[in-house]
């Protein structure tokens, strides 16, 4: 399965920008607790049958890559976060951390039916 496939069919259950007004911090390296966010998620994963591993790793990559945009925007006191899904930098480090999860021994099958998009 290409890349592509995988993420243009999640694409569109993402809104482009999420308001992160209600996060805060939860340690003192840095890291938050989104709530929004997290509902986002959990809406989105409800959508997506578990059974459809290429696509519920995919929203599982795409909330942790928002979720580490939201920390960065938060420690700069921004209020939103916005999803650039077409920008093909946001493409390449999605695949990147994609490729990665594939590493895990729970995704040696579908690892070596994976197509990258970028290299």
């Keep these: 399965m290409r890349f592509s496939e995988i993420y243009n069919s999640v694409i569109p259950l993402w ?5 992160i007004s ?13 709530p929004a966010l997290l509902k986002i998620f959990d809406d989105i994963e409800e959508l997506v049958p578990p059974s459809d591993e290429w696509r519920a790793l995919m929203v599982w990559i795409i909330s942790l890559y928002l979720h580490a945009k939201a920390v960065d925007a938060f420690n700069k006191k921004i209020k939103t976060i916005k999803f650039h899904s ?5 493409q390449c480090e999605i695949q990147e951390r994609y490729t990665k999860a594939l590493e895990a021994d729970d995704y ?5 039916r994976f197509t990258k998009d970028f290299s």
Excluded: H, R
């Design 86 to 90: 077409s920008n093909s930098d946001v």
């Design 15 to 19: 809104p482009k920008e999420i308001d």
């Design 22 to 34: 209600d996060g805060y911090q939860v340690d003192t390296v840095g890291g938050g607790m989104f």
């Design 108 to 112: 040696a099958e579908l690892k070596k």
